[in-house]
Protein backbone atom coordinates (compact mmCIF):
# COMPACT_ATOMS: atom_id res chain seq x y z
CA UNK A 1 0.00 0.00 0.00
CA UNK A 2 2.73 2.37 1.47
CA UNK A 3 4.48 1.45 -1.79
CA UNK A 4 1.75 2.39 -4.30
CA UNK A 5 0.74 5.97 -3.05
CA UNK A 6 4.30 6.75 -2.54
CA UNK A 7 4.81 7.60 -5.99
CA UNK A 8 2.01 9.95 -5.83
CA UNK A 9 2.11 11.49 -2.42
CA UNK A 10 5.82 12.23 -2.84
CA UNK A 11 5.60 14.84 -5.81
CA UNK A 12 2.31 16.40 -4.59
CA UNK A 13 4.77 16.93 -0.78
CA UNK A 14 7.40 18.55 -3.33
CA UNK A 15 5.18 20.40 -5.25
CA UNK A 16 3.29 21.92 -1.97
CA UNK A 17 7.06 22.40 0.15
CA UNK A 18 7.32 25.32 -2.83
CA UNK A 19 4.59 27.16 -1.12
CA UNK A 20 5.74 28.60 1.51
CA UNK A 21 9.16 29.63 2.80
CA UNK A 22 11.46 32.78 2.75
CA UNK A 23 11.49 32.78 -1.12
CA UNK A 24 7.93 31.76 -2.58
CA UNK A 25 5.44 34.13 -4.19
CA UNK A 26 2.64 31.71 -2.88
CA UNK A 27 3.69 32.83 0.65
CA UNK A 28 2.82 37.10 0.46
CA UNK A 29 4.33 38.82 3.21
CA UNK A 30 3.10 42.53 1.47
CA UNK A 31 0.44 43.93 -0.05
CA UNK A 32 1.87 44.31 -3.29
CA UNK A 33 2.93 40.32 -3.22
CA UNK A 34 -0.80 39.83 -2.22
CA UNK A 35 -2.12 40.92 -4.99
CA UNK A 36 0.30 39.34 -6.99
CA UNK A 37 -0.46 36.04 -5.52
CA UNK A 38 -4.61 36.47 -6.17
CA UNK A 39 -3.86 37.40 -9.98
CA UNK A 40 -1.58 33.79 -10.16
CA UNK A 41 -4.71 31.97 -8.54
CA UNK A 42 -7.06 34.26 -11.06
CA UNK A 43 -5.42 32.99 -13.86
CA UNK A 44 -4.58 29.70 -12.73
CA UNK A 45 -8.63 29.13 -11.75
CA UNK A 46 -9.76 30.63 -15.17
CA UNK A 47 -7.45 28.68 -17.83
CA UNK A 48 -8.44 25.43 -15.52
CA UNK A 49 -12.09 26.02 -16.55
CA UNK A 50 -11.16 26.86 -19.75
CA UNK A 51 -8.93 23.62 -19.92
CA UNK A 52 -11.27 21.50 -18.48
CA UNK A 53 -14.13 22.94 -20.82
CA UNK A 54 -12.00 22.16 -23.79
CA UNK A 55 -11.04 18.74 -23.24
CA UNK A 56 -14.69 17.80 -22.07
CA UNK A 57 -16.15 19.30 -25.28
CA UNK A 58 -13.13 17.49 -27.04
CA UNK A 59 -13.69 14.28 -25.45
CA UNK A 60 -17.70 14.66 -26.25
CA UNK A 61 -16.72 15.47 -29.75
CA UNK A 62 -14.45 12.42 -30.10
CA UNK A 63 -17.22 9.71 -28.79
CA UNK A 64 -20.07 11.33 -30.69
CA UNK A 65 -21.94 9.41 -33.35
CA UNK A 66 -21.19 10.14 -36.51
CA UNK A 67 -24.57 12.51 -38.15
CA UNK A 68 -24.71 14.18 -41.40
CA UNK A 69 -23.21 17.55 -41.61
CA UNK A 70 -25.74 19.40 -43.07
CA UNK A 71 -27.98 19.25 -39.68
CA UNK A 72 -25.20 20.42 -37.35
CA UNK A 73 -24.47 23.18 -39.89
CA UNK A 74 -26.11 26.38 -38.51
CA UNK A 75 -25.40 24.89 -34.35
CA UNK A 76 -21.46 24.72 -35.49
CA UNK A 77 -21.31 28.57 -36.70
CA UNK A 78 -23.26 29.65 -33.57
CA UNK A 79 -21.09 27.52 -31.42
CA UNK A 80 -17.86 28.67 -33.09
CA UNK A 81 -19.47 32.43 -32.76
CA UNK A 82 -19.62 31.78 -28.76
CA UNK A 83 -16.11 30.34 -27.92
CA UNK A 84 -14.75 33.06 -29.89
CA UNK A 85 -16.30 35.95 -28.09
CA UNK A 86 -15.86 34.23 -24.72
CA UNK A 87 -11.84 33.40 -25.55
CA UNK A 88 -12.07 37.65 -25.94
CA UNK A 89 -13.65 38.44 -23.22
CA UNK A 90 -12.03 36.46 -20.95
CA UNK A 91 -8.30 37.81 -22.29
CA UNK A 92 -8.91 40.97 -22.28
CA UNK A 93 -10.58 40.22 -18.47
CA UNK A 94 -7.52 38.84 -17.46
CA UNK A 95 -5.47 41.57 -19.12
CA UNK A 96 -7.27 44.77 -17.42
CA UNK A 97 -7.16 42.80 -13.82
CA UNK A 98 -3.49 42.12 -14.82
CA UNK A 99 -2.57 45.75 -15.81
CA UNK A 100 -3.87 46.99 -12.44
CA UNK A 101 -1.98 44.75 -10.21
CA UNK A 102 0.88 45.30 -12.06
CA UNK A 103 0.86 48.95 -11.93
CA UNK A 104 0.31 48.79 -8.15
CA UNK A 105 4.10 47.54 -8.21
CA UNK A 106 5.51 51.00 -8.62
CA UNK A 107 3.57 53.33 -7.45
CA UNK A 108 5.13 55.57 -4.48
CA UNK A 109 4.46 57.68 -1.93
CA UNK A 110 5.87 60.79 -0.31
CA UNK A 111 6.28 59.24 2.99
CA UNK A 112 8.49 56.12 1.26
CA UNK A 113 11.78 55.32 2.28
CA UNK A 114 13.80 55.72 -0.74
CA UNK A 115 16.73 52.47 -1.03
CA UNK A 116 18.76 52.73 -4.15
CA UNK A 117 19.75 49.39 -5.49
CA UNK A 118 22.65 49.26 -7.70
CA UNK A 119 23.59 45.11 -9.50
CA UNK A 120 26.90 44.75 -10.46
CA UNK A 121 27.99 40.49 -11.38
CA UNK A 122 27.55 39.31 -8.98
CA UNK A 123 26.35 41.67 -5.91
CA UNK A 124 23.87 44.41 -4.82
CA UNK A 125 24.61 47.67 -3.60
CA UNK A 126 22.02 49.19 -1.37
CA UNK A 127 22.16 53.03 -0.62
CA UNK A 128 19.78 54.25 1.88
CA UNK A 129 19.05 58.00 0.00
CA UNK A 130 17.79 61.17 2.04
CA UNK A 131 17.48 64.91 1.78
CA UNK A 132 20.29 65.32 3.75
CA UNK A 133 23.48 63.92 2.99
CA UNK A 134 24.99 62.92 6.40
CA UNK A 135 21.77 60.54 6.67
CA UNK A 136 22.82 58.74 3.29
CA UNK A 137 24.56 55.11 3.92
CA UNK A 138 25.16 52.41 1.45
CA UNK A 139 25.45 48.79 2.25
CA UNK A 140 25.35 45.66 0.54
CA UNK A 141 22.98 42.26 -0.22
CA UNK A 142 21.12 43.30 2.47
CA UNK A 143 18.14 45.37 2.82
CA UNK A 144 16.72 46.42 6.08
CA UNK A 145 13.47 47.99 6.50
CA UNK A 146 10.37 48.64 8.20
CA UNK A 147 7.45 47.15 8.57
CA UNK A 148 4.06 48.78 6.88
CA UNK A 149 6.30 51.28 5.66
CA UNK A 150 6.05 51.66 1.87
CA UNK A 151 9.55 51.53 0.20
CA UNK A 152 10.01 52.82 -3.07
CA UNK A 153 13.63 51.14 -4.89
CA UNK A 154 15.18 52.89 -7.60
CA UNK A 155 16.78 50.07 -9.74
CA UNK A 156 19.86 50.61 -11.71
CA UNK A 157 22.96 48.46 -13.21
CA UNK A 158 26.60 48.85 -13.08
CA UNK A 159 27.27 46.00 -15.81
CA UNK A 160 25.13 43.88 -17.19
CA UNK A 161 21.15 43.42 -17.09
CA UNK A 162 20.26 42.33 -13.70
CA UNK A 163 16.61 41.51 -12.26
CA UNK A 164 15.61 42.06 -8.87
CA UNK A 165 13.06 39.51 -7.35
CA UNK A 166 12.06 39.26 -3.54
CA UNK A 167 8.79 36.59 -4.18
CA UNK A 168 7.18 37.14 -0.76
CA UNK A 169 7.48 40.78 -0.92
CA UNK A 170 6.74 42.03 -4.08
CA UNK A 171 6.86 41.57 -8.83
CA UNK A 172 9.84 41.05 -10.95
CA UNK A 173 11.86 44.40 -12.34
CA UNK A 174 14.78 44.40 -13.95
CA UNK A 175 17.82 46.52 -13.44
CA UNK A 176 18.89 47.62 -16.77
CA UNK A 177 22.25 49.56 -17.67
CA UNK A 178 22.19 53.36 -18.55
CA UNK A 179 17.98 53.02 -17.21
CA UNK A 180 16.14 53.57 -13.75
CA UNK A 181 13.55 51.33 -13.07
CA UNK A 182 11.03 51.48 -9.88
CA UNK A 183 9.87 48.91 -7.96
CA UNK A 184 7.51 49.30 -4.42
CA UNK A 185 6.42 47.32 -1.96
CA UNK A 186 4.57 47.87 1.35
CA UNK A 187 6.02 44.67 4.08
CA UNK A 188 3.18 43.55 6.13
CA UNK A 189 5.09 41.17 8.51
CA UNK A 190 8.27 41.07 10.49
CA UNK A 191 10.35 38.06 8.84
CA UNK A 192 13.96 38.08 6.96
CA UNK A 193 13.14 37.48 2.79
CA UNK A 194 15.27 35.98 0.34
CA UNK A 195 15.99 37.66 -3.33
CA UNK A 196 17.42 36.16 -6.38
CA UNK A 197 19.10 37.85 -9.19
CA UNK A 198 16.58 37.09 -12.04
CA UNK A 199 17.79 37.77 -15.05
CA UNK A 200 20.57 35.24 -16.37
CA UNK A 201 23.74 37.83 -15.81
CA UNK A 202 27.33 35.52 -16.15
CA UNK A 203 28.80 33.04 -14.55
CA UNK A 204 27.78 33.43 -11.11
CA UNK A 205 24.21 34.49 -11.37
CA UNK A 206 22.94 31.69 -8.91
CA UNK A 207 25.17 33.36 -6.42
CA UNK A 208 23.71 36.75 -6.30
CA UNK A 209 21.56 36.69 -3.47
CA UNK A 210 19.81 38.94 -1.06
CA UNK A 211 18.10 39.28 1.74
CA UNK A 212 14.83 41.93 3.25
CA UNK A 213 14.70 41.73 6.67
CA UNK A 214 11.50 43.45 7.59
CA UNK A 215 11.61 44.31 11.23
CA UNK A 216 10.20 46.83 13.45
CA UNK A 217 10.40 50.47 13.29
CA UNK A 218 12.51 51.06 16.36
CA UNK A 219 14.70 48.27 15.45
CA UNK A 220 14.75 49.92 12.02
CA UNK A 221 15.89 52.82 13.50
CA UNK A 222 18.33 51.49 15.68
CA UNK A 223 19.87 49.38 12.71
CA UNK A 224 19.91 52.78 10.70
CA UNK A 225 21.60 54.67 13.68
CA UNK A 226 24.38 51.87 13.40
CA UNK A 227 24.54 51.93 9.71
CA UNK A 228 25.30 55.39 9.55
CA UNK A 229 28.01 55.35 12.43
CA UNK A 230 31.98 54.59 11.02
CA UNK A 231 33.33 51.40 11.42
CA UNK A 232 34.09 50.06 15.23
CA UNK A 233 37.26 50.20 15.76
CA UNK A 234 39.96 47.76 16.19
CA UNK A 235 40.68 46.33 19.82
CA UNK A 236 43.71 44.74 20.45
CA UNK A 237 47.38 44.31 18.59
CA UNK A 238 46.07 41.66 15.99
CA UNK A 239 42.91 43.63 15.08
CA UNK A 240 45.12 47.04 14.89
CA UNK A 241 47.42 44.85 12.38
CA UNK A 242 44.34 43.83 10.33
CA UNK A 243 43.30 47.38 9.53
CA UNK A 244 46.61 48.48 9.09
CA UNK A 245 46.95 45.33 6.29
CA UNK A 246 43.83 46.38 4.86
CA UNK A 247 44.76 49.98 4.06
CA UNK A 248 48.05 49.03 2.97
CA UNK A 249 47.35 46.17 0.54
CA UNK A 250 45.54 46.34 -2.74
CA UNK A 251 41.86 45.09 -0.56
CA UNK A 252 41.53 49.47 -0.05
CA UNK A 253 41.75 49.97 -3.75
CA UNK A 254 38.39 48.68 -4.02
CA UNK A 255 36.52 48.29 -0.60
CA UNK A 256 35.27 51.61 1.37
CA UNK A 257 35.58 51.23 5.71
CA UNK A 258 33.73 54.59 6.74
CA UNK A 259 36.47 55.71 9.59
CA UNK A 260 39.62 54.54 8.25
CA UNK A 261 42.12 55.71 4.70
CA UNK A 262 40.31 52.74 2.53
CA UNK A 263 37.69 54.31 0.30
CA UNK A 264 37.55 52.11 -2.82
CA UNK A 265 33.93 51.97 -4.59
CA UNK A 266 34.28 49.47 -6.74
CA UNK A 267 33.76 46.65 -4.42
CA UNK A 268 30.86 46.13 -1.84
CA UNK A 269 31.05 48.60 1.56
CA UNK A 270 32.27 46.71 4.57
CA UNK A 271 31.78 49.30 7.14
CA UNK A 272 29.63 46.59 8.95
CA UNK A 273 30.40 43.50 6.69
CA UNK A 274 29.97 41.67 9.94
CA UNK A 275 26.73 42.27 10.75
CA UNK A 276 25.53 41.38 7.72
CA UNK A 277 23.95 37.75 7.94
CA UNK A 278 26.02 36.83 4.57
CA UNK A 279 29.10 37.34 2.56
CA UNK A 280 29.68 37.06 -1.49
CA UNK A 281 26.04 37.84 -1.62
CA UNK A 282 24.41 34.94 -0.15
CA UNK A 283 27.41 32.22 -0.54
CA UNK A 284 28.77 32.26 2.85
CA UNK A 285 27.35 32.64 6.66
CA UNK A 286 29.26 35.85 7.92
CA UNK A 287 31.74 34.39 10.86
CA UNK A 288 35.47 35.31 10.57
CA UNK A 289 36.31 31.75 9.28
CA UNK A 290 34.14 32.10 6.15
CA UNK A 291 35.71 35.18 5.96
CA UNK A 292 39.36 33.82 5.58
CA UNK A 293 38.47 31.52 3.45
CA UNK A 294 36.93 33.88 1.06
CA UNK A 295 40.18 36.48 1.44
CA UNK A 296 42.50 33.41 1.01
CA UNK A 297 40.93 32.26 -2.17
CA UNK A 298 37.88 34.14 -3.76
CA UNK A 299 38.29 32.16 -7.01
CA UNK A 300 37.71 28.80 -5.95
CA UNK A 301 34.35 29.83 -3.73
CA UNK A 302 33.34 31.99 -6.64
CA UNK A 303 35.01 31.78 -10.02
CA UNK A 304 34.91 34.71 -12.22
CA UNK A 305 33.91 37.16 -9.50
CA UNK A 306 36.29 40.64 -9.58
CA UNK A 307 37.66 40.01 -6.06
CA UNK A 308 41.08 38.79 -6.77
CA UNK A 309 43.52 36.73 -4.74
CA UNK A 310 45.75 39.18 -2.53
CA UNK A 311 49.11 37.65 -1.54
CA UNK A 312 48.65 36.91 2.30
CA UNK A 313 50.68 34.98 4.68
CA UNK A 314 49.31 32.63 7.67
CA UNK A 315 49.37 35.52 10.30
CA UNK A 316 48.29 38.32 8.21
CA UNK A 317 45.56 36.51 7.07
CA UNK A 318 44.60 35.95 10.78
CA UNK A 319 44.97 39.46 11.38
CA UNK A 320 43.01 40.64 8.76
CA UNK A 321 39.75 38.01 9.15
CA UNK A 322 39.70 39.07 13.02
CA UNK A 323 39.69 43.15 12.18
CA UNK A 324 36.95 42.42 9.15
CA UNK A 325 34.76 39.99 11.83
CA UNK A 326 34.67 42.76 14.47
CA UNK A 327 33.19 44.99 12.05
CA UNK A 328 29.64 44.80 13.54
CA UNK B 1 31.28 6.29 -49.71
CA UNK B 2 33.33 10.10 -50.21
CA UNK B 3 30.11 12.08 -48.85
CA UNK B 4 29.67 9.66 -46.02
CA UNK B 5 33.19 11.12 -44.91
CA UNK B 6 32.20 14.47 -45.65
CA UNK B 7 29.29 14.26 -44.04
CA UNK B 8 31.50 12.78 -40.70
CA UNK B 9 33.92 15.59 -41.67
CA UNK B 10 31.59 18.41 -41.31
CA UNK B 11 29.42 17.10 -38.44
CA UNK B 12 32.89 16.90 -36.50
CA UNK B 13 33.54 20.60 -37.46
CA UNK B 14 30.29 21.11 -36.04
CA UNK B 15 30.40 19.57 -32.77
CA UNK B 16 34.09 21.54 -32.46
CA UNK B 17 32.40 24.61 -32.46
CA UNK B 18 30.33 23.84 -29.59
CA UNK B 19 33.88 23.68 -27.44
CA UNK B 20 34.24 26.97 -25.26
CA UNK B 21 37.62 28.39 -24.18
CA UNK B 22 38.09 27.23 -20.82
CA UNK B 23 38.67 30.16 -18.21
CA UNK B 24 41.03 29.99 -15.32
CA UNK B 25 40.12 32.33 -12.79
CA UNK B 26 42.14 31.04 -10.34
CA UNK B 27 45.79 32.16 -10.86
CA UNK B 28 48.05 29.55 -8.90
CA UNK B 29 50.28 32.19 -6.67
CA UNK B 30 53.63 30.52 -7.77
CA UNK B 31 52.42 31.36 -11.17
CA UNK B 32 51.50 35.30 -10.56
CA UNK B 33 54.82 35.55 -8.32
CA UNK B 34 56.63 34.85 -11.47
CA UNK B 35 54.58 37.08 -13.87
CA UNK B 36 55.77 39.67 -11.21
CA UNK B 37 58.99 39.20 -11.92
CA UNK B 38 59.95 41.08 -15.24
CA UNK B 39 63.37 41.92 -15.83
CA UNK B 40 63.80 45.47 -16.73
CA UNK B 41 66.92 47.24 -19.02
CA UNK B 42 68.84 49.09 -16.63
CA UNK B 43 66.77 52.58 -17.75
CA UNK B 44 63.18 50.73 -17.16
CA UNK B 45 62.87 51.75 -20.92
CA UNK B 46 61.61 47.88 -22.30
CA UNK B 47 63.05 44.83 -21.29
CA UNK B 48 62.61 40.74 -20.69
CA UNK B 49 58.54 39.64 -20.24
CA UNK B 50 58.92 36.75 -17.51
CA UNK B 51 59.13 33.19 -18.94
CA UNK B 52 55.67 32.04 -17.55
CA UNK B 53 54.44 34.61 -19.95
CA UNK B 54 55.65 33.52 -22.72
CA UNK B 55 55.00 29.62 -21.93
CA UNK B 56 51.55 30.61 -21.01
CA UNK B 57 51.27 32.02 -24.74
CA UNK B 58 51.04 35.72 -23.82
CA UNK B 59 47.24 35.52 -21.99
CA UNK B 60 47.37 39.34 -21.23
CA UNK B 61 48.07 40.30 -24.55
CA UNK B 62 45.88 37.70 -26.62
CA UNK B 63 43.19 36.69 -24.78
CA UNK B 64 39.92 38.94 -25.20
CA UNK B 65 38.71 38.16 -21.54
CA UNK B 66 41.84 39.60 -20.13
CA UNK B 67 41.61 42.51 -21.88
CA UNK B 68 37.89 43.11 -21.23
CA UNK B 69 38.93 42.47 -17.13
CA UNK B 70 41.58 45.13 -17.95
CA UNK B 71 39.28 47.74 -19.82
CA UNK B 72 36.97 47.89 -16.60
CA UNK B 73 40.15 48.30 -14.05
CA UNK B 74 41.06 51.22 -16.35
CA UNK B 75 37.53 52.81 -15.37
CA UNK B 76 37.30 51.59 -11.99
CA UNK B 77 40.79 52.79 -11.03
CA UNK B 78 40.29 56.01 -13.00
CA UNK B 79 43.21 56.21 -15.54
CA UNK B 80 40.78 58.46 -17.30
CA UNK B 81 41.49 61.04 -14.53
CA UNK B 82 44.68 61.75 -16.45
CA UNK B 83 44.70 59.96 -19.93
CA UNK B 84 41.17 60.44 -21.20
CA UNK B 85 39.60 58.10 -23.28
CA UNK B 86 43.14 57.19 -24.61
CA UNK B 87 43.67 60.99 -26.43
CA UNK B 88 45.71 62.03 -22.80
CA UNK B 89 44.86 65.08 -21.00
CA UNK B 90 47.08 65.43 -17.56
CA UNK B 91 48.94 62.34 -18.96
CA UNK B 92 49.79 61.55 -22.50
CA UNK B 93 47.86 59.94 -24.88
CA UNK B 94 47.65 56.33 -25.46
CA UNK B 95 46.04 56.78 -29.41
CA UNK B 96 49.13 58.68 -30.78
CA UNK B 97 51.17 55.09 -30.35
CA UNK B 98 54.46 56.82 -29.21
CA UNK B 99 55.41 55.52 -25.75
CA UNK B 100 57.40 57.70 -23.82
CA UNK B 101 59.12 54.32 -22.17
CA UNK B 102 59.15 52.25 -25.32
CA UNK B 103 55.77 50.01 -26.86
CA UNK B 104 57.06 46.84 -24.81
CA UNK B 105 54.21 45.60 -22.69
CA UNK B 106 57.27 45.40 -20.01
CA UNK B 107 57.24 48.91 -19.96
CA UNK B 108 53.46 49.50 -19.87
CA UNK B 109 53.46 47.26 -16.91
CA UNK B 110 56.81 48.69 -15.30
CA UNK B 111 54.63 52.21 -15.31
CA UNK B 112 51.68 51.01 -13.77
CA UNK B 113 53.27 48.88 -11.09
CA UNK B 114 56.38 51.33 -9.98
CA UNK B 115 54.66 54.76 -11.46
CA UNK B 116 57.13 56.94 -13.22
CA UNK B 117 58.70 60.50 -12.75
CA UNK B 118 56.22 63.45 -13.36
CA UNK B 119 52.94 61.93 -11.62
CA UNK B 120 52.52 58.09 -12.89
CA UNK B 121 51.53 56.83 -9.61
CA UNK B 122 52.53 53.47 -9.18
CA UNK B 123 50.03 50.93 -8.27
CA UNK B 124 51.85 47.73 -7.09
CA UNK B 125 50.28 48.16 -3.74
CA UNK B 126 46.64 48.99 -5.15
CA UNK B 127 46.74 45.72 -7.90
CA UNK B 128 47.31 42.29 -7.96
CA UNK B 129 50.38 41.34 -10.27
CA UNK B 130 47.55 39.64 -12.47
CA UNK B 131 45.12 43.14 -13.02
CA UNK B 132 48.16 45.29 -13.72
CA UNK B 133 49.38 42.89 -16.95
CA UNK B 134 45.47 42.85 -17.92
CA UNK B 135 45.22 46.47 -17.26
CA UNK B 136 48.69 46.34 -19.55
CA UNK B 137 47.29 44.20 -22.35
CA UNK B 138 44.45 46.56 -22.45
CA UNK B 139 46.75 49.62 -23.02
CA UNK B 140 48.46 48.49 -25.37
CA UNK B 141 44.97 47.74 -27.58
CA UNK B 142 44.53 51.52 -27.51
CA UNK B 143 47.48 52.93 -28.94
CA UNK B 144 47.70 49.46 -31.83
CA UNK B 145 48.07 50.61 -35.02
CA UNK B 146 47.48 47.02 -36.61
CA UNK B 147 44.67 44.75 -36.39
CA UNK B 148 44.68 42.05 -32.97
CA UNK B 149 42.22 38.67 -33.45
CA UNK B 150 41.33 39.43 -29.59
CA UNK B 151 39.73 42.87 -28.25
CA UNK B 152 37.36 43.63 -25.17
CA UNK B 153 33.95 44.01 -25.01
CA UNK B 154 32.02 47.16 -25.89
CA UNK B 155 31.40 49.60 -23.85
CA UNK B 156 27.76 50.82 -22.41
CA UNK B 157 28.48 53.77 -21.82
CA UNK B 158 29.56 56.80 -24.64
CA UNK B 159 32.98 56.49 -25.79
CA UNK B 160 34.46 59.33 -27.31
CA UNK B 161 36.32 56.94 -29.88
CA UNK B 162 35.14 53.73 -31.74
CA UNK B 163 34.79 50.39 -29.47
CA UNK B 164 38.14 48.63 -29.67
CA UNK B 165 36.34 45.27 -30.82
CA UNK B 166 35.21 47.77 -34.56
CA UNK B 167 37.56 47.94 -37.07
CA UNK B 168 41.36 47.88 -36.42
CA UNK B 169 42.88 51.60 -36.36
CA UNK B 170 44.74 52.55 -39.21
CA UNK B 171 46.65 55.44 -39.79
CA UNK B 172 44.54 57.65 -42.25
CA UNK B 173 46.55 59.77 -44.98
CA UNK B 174 44.68 62.62 -46.03
CA UNK B 175 45.16 60.38 -49.69
CA UNK B 176 43.05 57.88 -48.10
CA UNK B 177 40.46 60.02 -46.67
CA UNK B 178 39.86 62.63 -49.66
CA UNK B 179 40.07 60.66 -53.08
CA UNK B 180 41.30 62.88 -55.93
CA UNK B 181 39.07 63.56 -58.56
CA UNK B 182 39.15 61.11 -61.37
CA UNK B 183 41.58 62.59 -64.27
CA UNK B 184 40.09 62.78 -67.46
Known sequence: ?328 | MMRGVGTLVLSLFLVEGCARESRNFRLDPPIAASLDAVAPMPNRIGGAAPETDTVLGQPYLTNAYNLNQGKQLYTWFNCQGCHADGGGATGPAFLSGWWRYGPQAVSVFISIRDGRPEGMPAFGNRLTTEQIWQLTGYVRTIGAYSAQTAAPSRNDAMQSRPSENRAPATVATPSDEWPTAPSR
Open chain 1, 1 to 328: MANRTLPLTLPIALLCSGCTGWQSVLDPHAIQASRLEQLIWLFVAVCGVVWVTVTVVLVMALLRRKTPYSHTDTRMTRIVRAAVIATVVIITGLAIVSFYATRGLSSSDATALEIRVRGYQWWWEVTYLDARADQVFITANEIHVPVGRTVSLQLAAADVIHSFWVPNLTGKQDLIPGRDNTLSFTPREIGVYRGQCAEFCGLQHAHMALLVVVESAGAFEHWRQGQLAPAATPRGGEQETGKHLFESKACASCHNIQGGTASGTVGPDLTHVASRRYIASGLLETNRGSIAAWVADPQTLKPGNNMPRVALDASELNALSAYLAALQ
